[in-house]
Antibody, heavy 120, light 110 residues
């Protein structure tokens, strides 16, 4: 079965960096676009970034553009999110999600999430 | 990036029918359709409907999605206690080059 397992969350000081990982299994990782979606405490879902199945195309929300970088390692079936210049507004649970579905793709599988807390 | 518009809350009685709405524009919902997700407190979101209104395997037939113009709808019939959750819509915005989410609707089953 499809599994997405995030790791790397924690408490980080403002201005510092953190890297999240998402280990994928149960499907052919190289055939699917992948996403990061975050949810601040008590708030709704916010799309952060996505990467195409071949890794050649990346898209970012304006709120993270220039600070966050998405990448993937096909051989390790792992998705990454490098987060730099973190601020309190980046505090959230970060979910890794797969984009699937013929004809009308959506985020069809989600990980359990990794909590990132930016605080001094 | 502007998001999609959802009513913050909807309340319906047990076994009644609830219709949740999601309004966007011609660059997202109107052009690409909207997906629907359910989230229970403390859990990750779960996909209920793809952007073409098809249900993933295992999703109850009590749920049906549709679209009219720039507004997508999710109808849940025969409401059960387990339907009480937050519901989000999402769509790809071809103008922004980004995915957008609605603010979410909290469904209460009375």
């Amino acid at each position: 079965q499809v599994q997405l397992v995030e790791s790397g969350g924690g408490v980080v000081q403002p201005g510092r960096s953190l890297r999240l990982s998402c280990a994928a299994s149960g499907f052919t990782f190289s055939r699917f676009d992948m996403h990061w979606v975050r949810q601040a405490p008590g708030k709704g879902l916010e799309w952060v970034t996505s990467i195409s199945y071949h890794g050649n195309n990346e898209y970012y929300a304006d709120s993270v553009k220039g600070r966050f970088t998405i990448s993937r390692d096909i051989s390790k079936t792992t998705l990454y999110l490098q987060m730099n210049s973190l601020s309190a507004e980046d505090t959230a649970v970060y979910y890794c999600a797969r984009e699937g579905g013929e004809g009308g793709p959506a985020h069809d599988y989600w990980g359990q999430g990794a909590l990132v807390t930016v605080s001094s | 990036q502007a998001g999609l518009t959802q009513p913050p809350s909807v309340s319906k009685g047990l076994r009644q029918t609830a219709t949740l709405t999601c309004t966007g524009n011609s660059n997202n919902v109107g052009n690409q359709g909207a997906a629907w997700l359910q989230q229970h407190q403390g859990h990750p979101p779960k996909l209920l409907s793809y952007r073409n209104n098809n249900r993933p395997s295992g999703i109850s037939e009590r749920l049906s999605a549709s679209r009219s113009g720039n507004t997508a709808s999710l109808t849940i019939s025969g409401l059960q206690p387990e339907d009480e959750a937050d519901y989000y819509c999402s769509a790809w915005d071809s103008n922004l080059g980004a995915w957008v989410f609605g603010g979410g609707t909290k469904l209460t089953v009375l």
